[in-house]
């Protein structure tokens, strides 16, 4: 068993840091931080999560292939990875799973540690993207618009992770809805090939987390610091997910996509580089200039969102909606005011527009954004 000296982990981020010394104490090594998928009842989580890892290996094609692991964690799957033929490389932005993950990888396989909307290489480097269990934390756009430039003709996007499956309530779920996902990835050109429901055989994990954490407490408070009450809290929130689990609001998935024909147009969320553009359509659209300041008021420091739709260097339209307090069936709520519907003259009739309008109304409708 491994002493809190030799423990590579105690620098991961709360609570992934957990999950790897709760693994070394109770299993004398963390090899891997995803979930594993039970086939067996007393099944060990390492054959669990080893289980999964041939999942994936399942969706490949046969090597050599160039396979880039968004979020590669610890580094065993990019490891095996390169060992089985692939021409493999993987990004974190997290500095310490860089770290271990060079130690377990060496020289197999290239490492960067970068987000991936920040990753920079040239289009269509890639055959498959592979997302185990990070997608929850990217911008479902900005991911599969990321995911479209880098794949290759015909390339896969390869996605096993928790999801939404069902509204659990008012406001935001901490996990990306489902069906939002499917809408946004066919939006950007993926054609869906396989989606498997794989939760049940998930869920346990969940069950190994809570006992192992509650058995070992002691030991992890001390070796890495940590309040009563953190635990306490952490095994709370475990608790709560494993209770989502049980009611069918959240699942455990694995997507697979095929890259396909561009859309015409390229949906994006705005950011302050398309200040220019959108100030040119306005005029364009309304004949009149909007100042910097007024699209800042509008839209700036959280205040607003707006969707983009353009292609081939130029913005065909553009919706917005500026959010505001209000009260709803008694009670708050945040709304979302509709504003600047603007389509540039040479894309009318609206469709432009109708993809955008459909695009952030689903991410109403799912959590994702306001109610309207």
């Known amino acids: 068993m491994s002493s809190a000296r030799e423990s590579s982990c105690q620098g991961l981020t709360f609570p992934l840091n957990v999950y790897a010394r709760v693994l070394e104490l109770a299993e004398g090594r963390a090899e891997n931080l995803h979930y594993?998928?039970?086939d067996q009842e007393h099944q060990s989580v390492p054959a669990a999560q080893a289980r999964s890892t041939e999942l994936v290996f399942e969706q490949l094609p046969p090597p050599p292939c160039r396979i880039l692991?968004?979020?590669c964690g610890l580094g065993s799957t990019?490891?095996?990875?390169a060992e089985r033929g692939y021409l493999s490389a993987g990004i974190t932005p997290d500095p310490e799973q860089i770290q271990i993950a060079r130690e377990?990888?060496?020289d197999k396989a290239r490492l960067e540690c970068v987000a991936f909307e920040d990753l920079d290489v040239k289009p269509a480097s890639f055959e498959v993207i592979l997302l185990q269990e990070s997608a929850q934390y990217l911008d479902p756009l900005a991911l599969f618009n990321k995911a479209y430039q880098l794949l290759a003709e015909n390339g896969r996007l390869l996605v096993l992770d928790e999801v939404a499956l069902r509204r659990t309530g008012p406001g935001r779920d901490n996990l990306h809805r489902l069906p939002y996902l499917l809408n946004q990835a066919a939006r950007c050109g993926f054609v869906l090939e396989q989606q498997t429901d794989l939760s049940r055989q998930a869920a346990p994990t969940l069950d190994y987390l809570?006992?192992?954490?509650?058995?070992h407490r002691t030991a992890l408070r001390a070796d890495l610091a940590l309040s009563e009450a953190t635990l306490d809290e952490l095994l709370a929130s475990l608790a709560r997910y494993r209770r989502q689990y049980a009611d069918g609001n959240?699942?455990?998935v694995l997507l697979r996509w095929r890259r396909g024909?561009?859309?015409r147009w390229r949906v994006t969320a705005a950011t302050a580089a398309d200040e220019p553009a959108i100030r040119q359509l306005f005029e364009q659209v309304f004949g009149r200039p909007m100042s910097s300041a007024l699209l800042q008021w509008k839209y700036?420091?959280?205040?607003?969102?707006a969707m983009l739709a353009g292609g081939e260097g130029r913005l065909a339209a553009h919706y917005g909606g500026v959010s505001r307090p209000i009260r709803y069936f008694g009670r708050s709520a945040l709304a979302c005011q509709i504003t600047d519907v603007m389509v540039a003259p040479a894309e009318r009739p609206y469709s432009a527009l109708m993809l955008l309008v459909t695009t952030l109304n689903s991410a109403t409708a799912s959590g994702e954004g306001c109610i309207t």
């Open 210 to 215: 809570l006992a192992a954490i509650a058995q």
């Open 250 to 252: 959240y699942g455990y």
């Open 78 to 81: 990019l490891r095996a990875l």
């Open 36 to 38: 594993g998928l039970f």
């Open 300 to 305: 700036g420091d959280g205040r607003g969102q």
């Open 104 to 106: 377990r990888v060496g």
């Open 261 to 263: 024909p561009a859309p």
């Open 69 to 71: 692991e968004v979020g």
